[in-house]
């Protein structure tokens, strides 16, 4: 065992990760993220609740190899979980404060308190497997199960615990989600916007606030390049609109289908191409052919990383209609590839974007309001064209995915040091 004294920053190499799903069609930037973070000195483990959400055979080169050295806690079923119970009761008081805190957050709802018990079951079974690799620190991506997963195992271990919060869904099932005892049990915080630390702090005392620090996600400028818009190609003169995200309700396709509907109406016509899958996709389809828009909606379905970046190259222009976001990644990406991007004025987005300069930001769910946004880039493509040097300039000074990777690596260094850890006993 390691003593308690504070470790050099320098020092600190390793730390677990642990995601609901990984990896995820639709969190690529936490593969990103890791990769970078392992270039810099930081070795990280990578742990998943739940299989990847692909085949390997559908997964790009990187994927598959962070599949390859993923951690799946359900893969190890049982037999996983009879082992990691066994080790625990090796420190029964532990054991049993885990179990009190399970209950106690199961409240009065059996139905609740059973969820919270799989939950410690699991928070053993990474407990085991971090000890097993020498680990100390667990950061956990999103503020939702597997982070209680998390809270659950700083019930267990000497562990370190920290989250990144993303947002906005955690703040509007603050109870549901325990955010509040997860906020007082980690080590530090990362909060991905500005809003998102306000957020945090609203729900906190003030002695906490000093945990939540705000660095922010990022893209590779490199890997998303502007195109010259007027080689774009399309199989018609239809002016090409890309939607990129998941098929659920909070990210406002429902809008975005009803204002192109609109913009046909009045003899502008477009081509929409909705990129993602999702438990809405039946309910969109079923609506553009309501509409008779079939010949104008086009739905991919979820693209690899590699094909997503051709779609940038043929857009004319990129929509997030959502109601809810943290800081959209491919928000970033369409920038930085010089598409002109239309979103809503909700949460961390006027962070990213400054109406009228690097984009257009419209009131969510004004159909109205965001067809006329999309009028005004197809009727003058110059304003369009001069967004996107300023939108890319953004990108590049304060979303630049290499930059703030380095950001997070220091606040690991810092911050991971100064948790005071105890190394477990190497006996399983």
Partial sequence: MTS?????????????????????????????????????GIEIKTASINNPDRSPATMTSSERLEHEGTYYVKQHGVTGAVAALFWQFKTPSRLFTALTKAIALGGANPRKTMLMLFYLVEAMMISRWMAKNELTHLHVHFASQAA?????????????????????????????????????????????????????????????????????????PTKFKPTNRSNRTSRSNLFRVLCVGRLVSAKGQLILIQACKELIEQHQYVRLVIVGSGPDMSTLKAYVSQLALDDYVIFTGALNH??????????????????????????????????????????????????????LLVS????????????????????????????????????????????????????VANSHLKRPAKDF
């Fill in 364 to 415: 969510p769910s004004d159909v109205s309001e965001l067809s006329a946004a999309l009028g005004s880039l197809m009727d003058d493509p110059q304003r369009g064209a001069r967004f996107t040097h300023s939108a890319r300039q953004k990108v590049m000074l304060k979303f630049n995915l290499d930059q703030n990777v380095n950001e997070l690596a220091n606040i690991f260094r810092l911050n």
């Fill in 4 to 40: 308690d004294k504070p470790k050099d920053p320098s020092a600190i190499t390793q730390i677990a990760y642990l995601v609901s799903r990984y990896p995820a069609v639709s969190h690529t930037f936490i593969l990103n993220e890791v990769i970078r973070l392992r270039g810099l």
């Fill in 306 to 359: 590699d094909q997503i970046v051709d779609e940038y190259a043929n857009a004319h222009a990129f929509v997030l209609a959502s109601f809810a976001e943290g800081i959209p990644v491919v928000l970033m990406e369409a920038m930085a590839s010089g598409v002109p991007v239309v979103s809503t004025r909700i949460t961390g987005v006027a962070e990213l974007i400054q109406d009228n300069q690097d984009g």
């Fill in 148 to 220: 209680t997963v998390g809270l659950l195992l700083k019930h267990i271990s000497s562990y370190g615990y920290s989250l990144t919060v993303h947002g906005p869904d955690e703040f509007y099932n603050v109870n549901e989600q325990h955010l509040k005892q997860k906020l007082i049990a980690a080590d530090f915080v990362v909060c991905i916007s500005a809003f998102a630390r306000s957020q945090l702090m609203f729900l906190s005392d003030a002695s906490h606030w000093h945990k939540f620090i705000v660095c922010r996600l990022g893209i590779d």
